[in-house]
């Protein structure tokens, strides 16, 4: 199974970006999927998380209202609606499955998450 993230790009301060990651394999509606970015110098760190059939989301505090994670099943393909985007947003962008997660389940700690994309870049110019 691979998970292929694309979508990244330069935005003006304001602006909006939608990221995207393909996965390949049959039991993409199983894996809670997450997205997690790293800016130069700084940790990763978690910023959205959905559970298999989509019904539950969770969002780091720093991008509630701005973000929206969704996911198509029959597409193997889950999504990061980026609104509103700050300087601070700037960074990596990576998608990443819990293949191993329970219905219902969406975690926030990297640790659980056992498969990764490449990454795509965010920049935001102020």
């Known amino acids: 199974v691979q998970l292929q993230a694309s979508g990244g790009g330069l935005v003006q301060a304001g602006g909006s970006l939608r990221l995207s990651c393909a996965a390949s394999?049959?039991?993409?509606?199983?894996?809670?999927m997450g997205w997690f970015r790293q800016a130069p110098g700084k940790e990763r760190e978690f910023v959205a998380a959905?559970?298999?059939?989509?019904?539950?989301?969770h969002y780091a505090d720093s991008v509630k209202g701005r973000f929206t994670i969704s996911r198509d099943n029959a597409e193997k393909t889950v999504y990061l609606q980026m609104n509103s985007l700050k300087s601070e947003d700037t960074a990596v962008y990576y998608c990443?499955?819990?293949?191993?997660?329970?219905?219902?389940?969406?975690?926030?700690?990297?640790?659980?998450?056992?498969?990764w994309g490449q990454g795509t870049q965010v920049t935001v110019s102020s």
């Open positions: 990443a499955a819990d293949t191993a997660a329970v219905s219902g389940a969406v975690y926030f700690r990297d640790y659980r998450y056992d498969l």
């Open positions: 394999g049959h039991t993409f509606s199983r894996y809670v």
């Open positions: 959905i559970s298999w059939g989509g019904t539950r989301k």
